[in-house]
C-alpha cells in the first residue's frame, strides 16, 4: 500500500479496493513502527488523521472524485493547521496552537486530504540539515548516520520512508530541493507568488515558499494543483493564470533545449555526484533534448546576496516572538526589558540568533547602503542572468547540492561549510524561478538530485521533464533500506 | 534677545475607514479592550498584511485638497522597534517614497492676515496599540484594538512661526480634513494627534537653531500651552548661555509643562527596509482624476463663495465654511428661510451659543435647520420680533415644538392692531404726565432720547408683542397730539 504513488492510491480508494481509514491506519502504523529511527515527525494527529479519513471515506461514498480526496499527507511544521501545534521546530513556538489554517493547510484540508501529522524542520527553517530543531535531529532513511537535508528534512524523510506518499515544504534557499536530492524523492519549489504563504510562518518573505515533496513528478504535480493560485490574503501571491500541472507531463522533450549552467559544474562538485548528473541529463538527451553549455555569472554572488537578504528579513519578521502574546514566555520577568531578552534568549537556538544578529547588522544605520542596498542590486543581476539565459534555453539543469548528505554534526560547528551546501540552490529563489530536484540515482549509495530551473510560472515545463526522466529510469521508485515493515 | 520662533508640526490623522489598514477588523472608537484585533493585528505566525484601498484613497483626497504631488509609485516600509503595544516589532509605514509628496494650504490668522504654509509630506502608516498601566495592579494591559487603524503623518515644513499660527493651522487642517471627510478630526478620542517640533534662533538669522520634539499633544488648547511652555523654556538655556538639547519631550497638561523622554543618542535604530509582504503601490493618473472629479467643496473655496453668493463678511464666510456640517447646516437654513445674512446670524450666535452652552455637537442639536429656519421665517414675516424669536428658539431647544406652535401655544404673535396699540400707547402717556412734559419742552434731538422711555413702557405692556414700527408711529402721533393741546 505505502508503495503506491498518490494517482494509484487515488484509484484504489475510488474503485473500494481500500478505504482511507484503511490507508492511513497503515500510515499511522508506520509512523509509529519506523519514525523512531528517523524523527521525521514533531506532532502525529492520529486522531485528527482518523477524523479526517471518516470524512474522506463518507464523500468517496457519496461519489466524489477529488484526486487527493482520502489520500494521507503530513505538512511541514511551518503551515499553521487549526487546533494543532505548529511549532516551526522552535522552543518559541512549543506551545502555539493556531486558530486558523494557512491558506496551504485549508486548501487540502478542502480537498479531502488526511493530515497525519507535522513534519520536523530546522528551527524557523534556518538550516540545510534538520539539525537546528528544538525536537532533535531528523535522520536520513538511507543512512541515519546522515543528515536528510534541510530545512523541510521531516518533510522528505517521511517520504523516503514511505511513511506518507505526500508531503508539504517550504524553500526559502533550497529548502525543498537539497532535502529532496539528499533522500532521493522529488520536490518542487514553485515560482515566487504561486502558491499562498499565508499562515506560513515566515522567515524571508521574499524568498519562502511552500511547495510540494513526493516520490514523483506526477504526484507533485497533483499536490501543486490543489495548493497553487492567487490567495487574495497574501498580497505578494501571483494573478497568474492556474494550469492543470498533470496536462503537460506526457508531453515529449523533442527539441527541448536544456541550458547548463557553466558554474554549476566546477571545482566544489563532488566527482560521483557530477557522474549521477551527467548520466540523467544522457537520459534526457536520449528523450530528444539537446544540451547547451550556458553561463549564469552572478552565481558566487549568490551566497553572500542570500545571506544578507533572508537574515536581513527574518531579523524583523522574528521580531514578533516577543513573549507577549504567544509562544514562550521566561519565568517572572523582572521587567519589560527582561521579558524580551530572556524570552527570546531562552525560546530561540544559536542558528535563529545568528541570523537575527547578521540581519539587525545589515539593516542597521551606516550598513544598510554597504549591505542591504547592494544585495538587492546583486539579486537583479542574478535574476537578469536567469532572464538571459532562458532567452536560448527552455530549462536549465544541473545538481542540487554539491555533493551527497554529510554526516549529522559533520557541519555544525562551522555555519560557512552548511552555507555553501546551498550554492546551487539560492540563486533561484534570489530570482523567484520555479525549480525541481528529481532524483538521478546513488553515488556511494546516497541519493543524488538532478535540479531543473524554468521561467517565471513554467512550473509544467519542468514537470513534464522530470515526469519524461521518470518514465525512463527507476531512481524515484528505489527505497532506502530498512523501511519495510 | 529677540528670538524668533520657528515651529514644525506633524500630525497623526486617523482615516475614517470602516475597517484597518492592513487587516478586516473594525476600527470603532471605544470598544471593549481586544474585542477588535484579529489575527493580523496580532501580529499570529504566518499572517500577512493586505492593504486598505480605502486608506490609499483618502490619502489621495489629502494630497489633491493641498495640491500636492501624488506619488503614483509609493513603497511601504517596516520601522522596527520593539514594543508591547507594537505587535509585529515593526510598524508598517512609508519612509522614502511616500504617497503624498510637497503640498501646502493657506491659514488665516486672526487680524485677518493669510500666510501659505508648506507641506514636505504625509505618508500612510498604521497606529500602534494602547499600553493601559491603570487597572493592573504591578502590571500593564494591552489593547490592540486601536492596533492597524490607518493614519495618515502629515508632516509641516518649519513655516509656523507662533502658538498662534500653529493653531490656525491645526485648526485648517481639521477644517479641511473633516470636508473631505478623510477623518472624523475627534481630538479627544486621538483621531488627530500633534507633534510639535520647535526650536529658536536670533531674529534675523536664517540657520535653524537645535530643536526640541514635543510629542503627542492632543488639543488646540494644550498646542498653544506647550508651545509657549517650550519657547519659555528653550529662551531660559538659551539666555542664560547654554545649549538646547535634541531630544523628544512630553507635554504634562496637568502641571503644564513639557519634560524630557529620552534623548536622540538613545533613540532607536528603526532599520528601515522595504516591506516585503507588501508590493509597491502603484496607481494610475486616471484614478487620481477621478478621485479629484469627485472631491467635495474645499472650505477655502466654500468660503469664498459664501462671500460672493451670500454677501457674508469674510469673517462670517470662515466661520460657516470652515467644517462641513455647520455648512451644509447653514446653507440648508439659507434654503428653507431665503435670507442669508438672518441665517448668517442665528448659526453663529443663537446656535452655536446654545451648543456651546449644552455641550453638545451639531448632530445632536435639537433644533434641526428646518426648524430654525421656519423660525426665521416668522421673524422675516413680521409675525414676531426678532426678540421674541430668541424666546421661541429657547423653547425649541428645551423640545416644547416647532416655532410656529410655540407662538400660538404662547399667544407671542406680534401685536399689530392699531386700536390695541393706541390703548396702549394712550395709557402710557396718562401714567407719566411728567415724562411727557419733559419731552414737550425739550429740543428735537433729546426727545429722540425720551421717546425710548415710552417705546420701552408700551413694550412692557404688550409683553414684547407689540409691532415695534406702529408704536413708533401711534406715539408720535400721540405725543404730537400732547404738545398741540398744551399749547392752547
Known amino acids: 500500500m505505502h508503495d503506491l504513488s498518490v494517482a494509484e492510491l487515488a484509484h484504489a480508494l475510488r474503485s473500494r479496493e481500500f478505504t482511507s481509514t484503511e490507508l492511513t491506519r497503515h500510515c499511522l502504523q508506520r509512523v509509529r513502527s519506523l519514525d523512531p529511527q528517523y524523527n521525521s515527525f514533531i506532532t502525529v494527529d492520529e486522531a485528527g488523521a482518523l477524523a479526517a479519513a471518516a470524512r474522506a471515506d463518507a464523500r468517496l461514498a457519496a461519489g466524489e472524485q477529488g484526486a487527493l480526496l482520502g489520500i494521507p499527507l503530513a505538512h511541514k511544521d511551518i503551515f499553521c493547521t487549526m487546533g494543532l501545534r505548529t511549532s516551526c521546530g522552535s522552543k518559541m513556538l512549543d506551545n502555539f496552537v493556531p486558530p486558523y489554517d494557512a491558506t496551504v493547510t485549508r486548501l487540502l484540508r478542502d480537498a479531502g486530504t488526511v493530515l497525519l501529522g507535522k513534519t520536523n524542520m530546522d528551527e524557523f527553517a534556518m538550516g540545510s540539515s534538520s539539525e537546528t530543531s528544538f525536537y532533535g535531529s531528523t535522520r536520513n532513511p538511507w543512512d541515519t548516520t546522515r543528515v536528510p537535508g534541510g530545512s523541510s528534512g521531516g518533510s522528505a524523510a517521511a517520504v523516503a520512508a514511505r511513511l506518507v506518499p505526500l508531503a508539504t515544504g517550504t524553500d526559502t534557499g533550497g529548502s525543498i530541493r537539497q532535502p529532496a536530492a539528499f533522500c532521493g524523492i522529488t520536490g518542487l519549489k514553485p515560482t515566487y507568488g504561486r502558491v499562498s504563504r499565508l499562515g506560513m510562518v515566515a522567515y524571508a518573505s521574499s524568498l519562502d515558499q511552500g511547495g510540494p515533496m513526493a516520490r514523483s513528478a506526477e504526484d507533485c504535480a497533483l499536490l501543486l494543483n490543489a495548493i497553487a493560485g492567487l490567495d487574495p490574503l497574501d498580497s505578494t501571491s501571483s494573478a497568474h493564470p492556474v494550469e492543470d500541472y498533470t496536462a503537460q507531463l506526457s508531453q515529449p522533450l523533442t527539441g527541448l533545449r536544456i541550458g547548463l549552467p557553466r558554474e554549476y559544474f566546477g571545482d566544489g562538485l563532488d566527482t560521483a555526484t557530477g557522474d549521477r548528473i551527467h548520466a540523467a541529463l544522457a537520459l534526457l538527451e536520449q528523450q530528444g533534448a539537446t544540451l547547451v553549455d550556458i553561463t549564469l555569472p552572478h552565481t558566487e554572488l549568490s551566497i553572500p546576496t542570500y545571506y544578507i537578504i533572508a537574515p536581513a528579513e527574518a531579523s524583523t519578521n522574528l521580531s514578533r516572538y516577543d513573549g507577549v502574546r504567544y509562544g514562550y514566555r521566561c519565568e517572572a520577568p523582572r521587567d519589560l526589558h527582561d521579558l524580551y531578552t530572556r524570552s527570546r534568549q531562552e525560546g530561540f537556538g544559536d542558528e535563529v540568533k545568528r541570523r537575527i544578529l547578521v540581519g539587525t547588522f545589515a539593516l542597521s544605520a551606516g550598513y544598510y547602503d554597504a549591505y542591504y542596498r547592494k544585495a538587492q542590486q546583486v539579486r537583479r543581476l542574478i535574476r537578469q542572468d536567469f532572464l538571459d539565459a532562458f532567452a536560448n534555453v527552455d530549462i536549465i539543469a544541473g545538481p542540487t547540492t554539491p555533493g551527497p548528505a554529510f554526516g549529522l554534526g559533520a557541519k555544525t560547528s562551522d555555519p560557512l561549510a552548511m552555507y555553501l551546501e546551498d550554492a546551487y540552490t539560492l540563486a533561484v529563489n534570489l530570482a523567484g524561478l520555479p525549480a525541481m530536484s528529481v532524483p538521478a540515482g546513488q553515488a556511494d549509495g546516497l541519493p543524488v538530485g538532478l535540479q531543473l530551473i524554468g521561467p517565471h510560472f513554467d512550473e509544467a515545463r519542468l514537470l513534464n521533464v522530470a515526469h519524461q526522466l521518470q518514465q525512463v529510469s527507476d531512481w524515484h521508485r528505489q527505497s532506502p533500506g530498512g523501511t519495510s515493515a | ?488
Request: hydrophobic share 40%; net charge negative; glycine share 8%.
Open chain 2, 1 to 488: 534677545m529677540n528670538w524668533e520662533v520657528v515651529i514644525g508640526l506633524e500630525v497623526h490623522l486617523q482615516l475614517a475607514t470602516e475597517s484597518k489598514i492592513f487587516s478586516g477588523a473594525a476600527t470603532r472608537f471605544g470598544a471593549e479592550p481586544n474585542t477588535q484585533a484579529c489575527a493580523v493585528d496580532l501580529a499570529m505566525p504566518g499572517m500577512l498584511p493586505v492593504l486598505n484601498e480605502q486608506a490609499v484613497r483618502y490619502a489621495v483626497m489629502f494630497g489633491l485638497g493641498i495640491g500636492a504631488e501624488i506619488g503614483l509609485r509609493s513603497v511601504f516600509d517596516r520601522k522596527n522597534y520593539f514594543y508591547p503595544d507594537l505587535p509585529k516589532g515593526y510598524q508598517i509605514s512609508q519612509f522614502q517614497e511616500p504617497i503624498v509628496g510637497r503640498g501646502h494650504f493657506d491659514i488665516q490668522l486672526e487680524d485677518g492676515s493669510v500666510r501659505r504654509i508648506g507641506i514636505t509630506r504625509a505618508h500612510l502608516e498604521e497606529d500602534a496599540g494602547k499600553s493601559l498601566h491603570e487597572d493592573f495592579h504591578n502590571q500593564t494591559g494591552i489593547d490592540l484594538n486601536r492596533a492597524g487603524t490607518p493614519l495618515l503623518e502629515i508632516v509641516s515644513e518649519p513655516d509656523l512661526r507662533s502658538a498662534e499660527e500653529a493653531v490656525a493651522y491645526l485648526k485648517t487642517l481639521h477644517s479641511l480634513v473633516t470636508s473631505l471627510g478623510i477623518s472624523d478630526g475627534n481630538m479627544a478620542e486621538g483621531s488627530m494627534r500633534c507633534d510639535i517640533n520647535l526650536s529658536l534662533r536670533p531674529a534675523g538669522s536664517e540657520t535653524l537653531g537645535t530643536r526640541a520634539e514635543i510629542k503627542n499633544v492632543n488639543s488646540f488648547r494644550f498646542v498653544e500651552k506647550a508651545i509657549h511652555h517650550e519657547i519659555e523654556r528653550q529662551a531660559d538655556i538659551l539666555e542664560a548661555g547654554g545649549q538646547v538639547v535634541q531630544e523628544t519631550r512630553l507635554y504634562d497638561a496637568e502641571r503644564d509643562e513639557t519634560r524630557s523622554m529620552r534623548s536622540k543618542e538613545v533613540a532607536n535604530d528603526y532599520r528601515y527596509f522595504p516591506e516585503p509582504d507588501l508590493l509597491p503601490v502603484v496607481i494610475e493618473q486616471s484614478w487620481v482624476d477621478s478621485i479629484r472629479a469627485s472631491l467635495p467643496e474645499l472650505p477655502a473655496a466654500k468660503r469664498e463663495r459664501f462671500i460672493a453668493d451670500y454677501g457674508l463678511s469674510a469673517y462670517d464666510a470662515t466661520v460657516l465654511a470652515a467644517e462641513r456640517p455647520l455648512a451644509d447646516f447653514y446653507e440648508a437654513v439659507v434654503k428653507h428661510c431665503g435670507d442669508a445674512k438672518i441665517a448668517a446670524n442665528w448659526v453663529q450666535v443663537e446656535l452655536l451659543g446654545q451648543l456651546n452652552r449644552s455641550d453638545l455637537t451639531l448632530n445632536e442639536s435639537p433644533v434641526d435647520a428646518q426648524a430654525l429656519a421656519a423660525l426665521l421665517q416668522r421673524i422675516l414675516d413680521g409675525s414676531i420680533s426678532g426678540k421674541i424669536g430668541k424666546q421661541v428658539f429657547e423653547a425649541m431647544w428645551a423640545g416644547e415644538g416647532d416655532a410656529d406652535s410655540i407662538i400660538e401655544a404662547r399667544g407671542l404673535r406680534q401685536v399689530s392692531d392699531s386700536g390695541a396699540l393706541e390703548a396702549m400707547v394712550s395709557e402710557v402717556i396718562r401714567a407719566n404726565p411728567e415724562q411727557v412734559a419733559q419731552y414737550l419742552a425739550a429740543d428735537e434731538n433729546r426727545r429722540k432720547k425720551l421717546s425710548g422711555f415710552f417705546v420701552g413702557q408700551i413694550m412692557k405692556l404688550s409683553k414684547g408683542q407689540a409691532n415695534p414700527q406702529m408704536v413708533n408711529d401711534l406715539l408720535n402721533q400721540q405725543l404730537a397730539d400732547a404738545g398741540g393741546h398744551g399749547d392752547t
